[in-house]
């Protein structure tokens, strides 16, 4: 926030617009985007905002940006929560919405949230029900949040029924992406975030999955190519919220590895020290183009490379790499059963034909998936 | 809910259409609607239903309702709640979404809520972010619930800063608006909702307000009239809110009388012992009206008129009317100022030139509301 002006106009900066009607808006990436952000958010129109972060990021960057909105004329209040999955709960929703409302936000106002997919979560679903619905802008700190949760639109908390069942779709106004707030990521989080930049590659486009297995390293690196890899992330992510924005039909393409990632994360207690989500994805992935291998569906050299690439970006790739095990697998498909994605009582899976054409596949059989996860927890699979 | 099913097309029901596009509905008035909730519910499509009432209405009706549902081959389950105010709470909307997804509600079942204002409002909010939105069906039990609350969508709960700051705009897929129930309705409550009858026609339908003047006393009783004057109240707000579904417009002009009637229930601290919030509303639209009197904006003899008709209804009309006093003035502005159609730091009122020709007026200066309240508040004028 104390770069010149001229830098606001950065050319290497990349819009990716979200073409939604009236609300629409702009994903900006790039390094250094959230220097400029005080020009950038006051330029939405609001009084005031209320920045919601948490112990991590909030020390390093919240002071800094509530300065650049009050050099603006925002009026600029700091919420601060404690990090971690346990902090998207109704409890510390009714603490952000008070807050907000004691930070006077009005209509017209705004919320930003200043942090990991957490922090996006809670505040973008305070933002989605304080006053019937306030304006937010998104500030993504994480690889995982500024390539997934921080665009399209879904907030939420958990329940003590599952992750995210409870929550809004409320779009934000902007969302910017710092690329340069990677570079002091840990590698873990790192690895974890790429799991779902190379999923869009997985959904529909072989050829970024292959310009991902060629660029990889750089991505983590931090070269030009990484913001080209959360640039070309959001588009794919934005076209196919913008064909489905309520998740009645494609939108459901996203989830590609995240029925069987779920139901991990939901079997080791959603405990971040054996299993964070990107894990779950990663294995959910592989276990995915597995299925659909093991279904007839799927070349297995496409599982394989599916395989080997995310193994080489030091991802988990088996139910076996699970610290601690995954349990059974009736303990595994009990899991699933709760996703939220369940319709009619019947499990939906993406499949897939091969890298790139992954489908949305209704109805599939308990059977089916048992003997799968029977011969994916045998011994010499592992 | 065993009437015979020729009733299911009683040419006595009245629809009124709520022409919302892909969220349109249908609101159905007349005595013994509820009857008819089984296979009107049914033909929604849903699976499930989670019914949501209160400790009053509940031994009555949820059971035939639940066995209503479950002849129709829906999956019925009841959740009930203390009745009051004070259930529109954080900690209750924990309790209905918990409750709801343990009932294994679905995308595509429902949540009913049946019971009066607080139900629809909380159950209303509870279906908005169940799964980030689940469909719901309004059966209000009360004539303030028929004629306001459960039309329009707007649901929500209370926080510690105002009421109904915490909430969602969501459409319900059918309203059932069953007059017959209103038989057993305490005086009290019937008066209070009437309150909210006339102010339909206060703020543009002169013709209706002096049908109201005529009829109001067969409205009271249970007969046809009763049924028409909830089918026409329905009628005008869906209009307003088809007009202006967010409340960025027209909608204000359903707070005609609200501004007043709020301060009122946040002063007396929302106890319902010494003011509902039709009690509220009916002193706010004689301030309103006298307001605009005093303002030059409107014939004397009209606010007179107003008042002298909510006054034959039993209602309460003057400031000295609320029981243990209403504060000073600067209490009484302080307080509207926390109103949440705040906007921009100045206060909007409802202002009317005559009976049935409301128009919002926005930016009125606290002086001149001042110097109003202080005449109300004079000896000679209670």
């Known amino acids: 926030m104390t770069r010149p002006a001229s830098r606001r106009d950065d050319p290497s900066f990349i819009t990716v617009p979200v073409p939604l009607g009236d609300r629409a808006y702009d994903i900006l990436v790039g390094r250094g985007v959230v220097e400029t952000a005080g020009s950038r958010i006051a ?20 002071a800094p940006l509530a300065g650049a909105l009050e050099a603006q004329g925002l009026r600029a209040s700091v919420i601060t929560l404690p990090p971690g999955e ?25 919320v930003v ?46 329940s003590r029924h599952g992750k995210n ?18 570079d002091t990521l840990p590698l873990r989080e790192m690895r974890a975030g790429y799991a779902e930049v190379a999923k869009y590659g997985l959904i529909d486009d072989e050829r970024f999955f292959a310009w991902c297995e060629a660029n990889w390293q750089s991505i983590f690196a931090g070269g030009p190519e990484r913001d080209e890899a959360v640039a070309q ?41 054996r299993l964070v989500h ?7 992935l592989c276990l995915a183009f597995r299925f659909s291998a093991a279904l007839g569906l799927c070349p297995e050299k496409d599982a394989e490379r599916v395989e080997a690439h995310l193994s080489a970006a030091g991802l988990p790739t088996r139910l076996s790499h699970v610290p601690g095990g995954c349990g059974t ?27 790139g054409q992954s489908f949305i596949a209704p109805g599939i059989g308990a059977d089916k998936v048992r003997s799968f996860l029977d011969s994916e927890l045998e011994p010499s699979r592992s």
């Open 233 to 273: 992330s959001c588009r794919a992510k934005a076209a196919v919220v913008v064909r489905d924005e309520h998740e009645n039909g494609d939108r459901a393409l996203l989830n590609l590895g995240h029925t069987f990632g779920h139901a991990l994360e939901r079997i080791t207690r959603y405990d971040s020290a």
């Open 43 to 62: 330029s939405l129109g609001a009084r005031a905002a209320a920045i919601v972060t948490d112990e991590h990021v909030g020390p390093l960057y919240a």
């Open 113 to 158: 949230a200043l942090g990991g997919g957490v922090i996006g979560d809670l505040a973008g679903f305070a933002a989605a029900v304080v006053r019937r619905g306030v304006r937010f802008v998104q500030v993504p700190t994480t690889l995982l949040s500024q390539v997934d949760s921080s665009v399209g639109g879904k907030t939420g908390i958990n």
């Open 165 to 182: 069942l409870v929550g809004a779709f409320h779009q934000p106004s902007l969302v910017l992406a710092d690329t340069a707030l990677l």
């Open 86 to 110: 346990a902090t998207k709960s109704y409890a510390n929703l009714e603490q952000v919405c008070d807050a907000v409302l004691a930070a006077r936000i009005e209509r017209g106002d705004l």
């Open 278 to 284: 990107g894990e779950g994805v990663a294995i959910g």
């Open 329 to 355: 697998v009736d303990a595994l498909l009990d899991a699933m059963a709760q996703d939220k994605k369940v319709k009619g009582g019947a499990l939906t899976f993406i499949l897939a034909r091969g890298i």
